[in-house]
């Protein structure tokens, strides 16, 4: 990915002055994977996490008064947990939807008025690539550690600020769990 003068990368460029608008009111969706990294991680730092999850229809994590993810210092500004964070915190601002019609797994980029960031990706097609392929490589475990009645749940979910940038086939493995094939 493109690299500042600064000798950071765009994302913490952009993503340093948007006063953390993705963590707010955030529910990125975990795996029980994901979780067991989170909790073991919080530990090893001594971070405090009495109720770091929430299980609604999915498990994401909480947030505070304030409706911040948990997981964000807001000391720092920045995510507590950032070496292990959550795929779809990875990804963004790319994000994912299942056409169940054509067995595919959708890609969409988040419109600049929500996400600055998508801003910079749009307008530079080298950074995009790089970053779609670790998108997508996040998101794709994290569909496939999902159970399916969670991964029904998030693609419930509308996103009407996105616009679609591609599509890969649906895994098989996933495609079997969400009874498609």
Same mark, same amino acid.
């Given at each position: 990915m493109s690299e500042d003068n600064k000798g950071v990368t765009y994302s913490f460029d952009v993503c340093s002055q948007c006063n953390s608008v993705c963590c707010r009111d955030a529910r990125p969706p975990l795996s029980k994977r994901r979780k067991k990294? #989170? =909790?073991?991680?919080?530990n090893s730092r001594k971070i405090d996490s009495k109720e770091p999850f929430v299980k609604e229809k999915y498990s994401y994590p909480a947030f505070d008064e304030d409706f911040l993810?948990?997981?964000f210092d807001k000391k720092t500004g920045k995510c507590s947990v950032?070496?292990?964070?959550?795929?779809?915190c990875r990804a963004g601002p790319v994000t994912f939807d299942i056409n169940f019609r054509t067995k595919k797994v959708e890609w969409? #980029? =988040?419109k600049e008025g929500i996400c600055a960031y998508a801003g910079v990706l749009f307008r530079?097609?080298?950074?995009l690539s790089a970053h779609l392929e670790v998108a997508k490589k996040e998101l794709t475990r994290l569909i496939c550690e999902l159970d399916a009645d969670d991964l029904r749940?998030?693609?419930k979910i509308d996103e009407p600020a996105t616009f679609k940038i591609g599509d890969d086939d649906l895994p098989l493995e996933v495609a079997k769990k969400m009874g498609l094939t």
């Open positions: 990294i #989170l =909790k073991k991680y919080l993810c948990t997981l950032h070496a292990v964070k959550p795929e779809t969409f #980029l =988040k530079d097609n080298d950074a749940a998030i693609v």
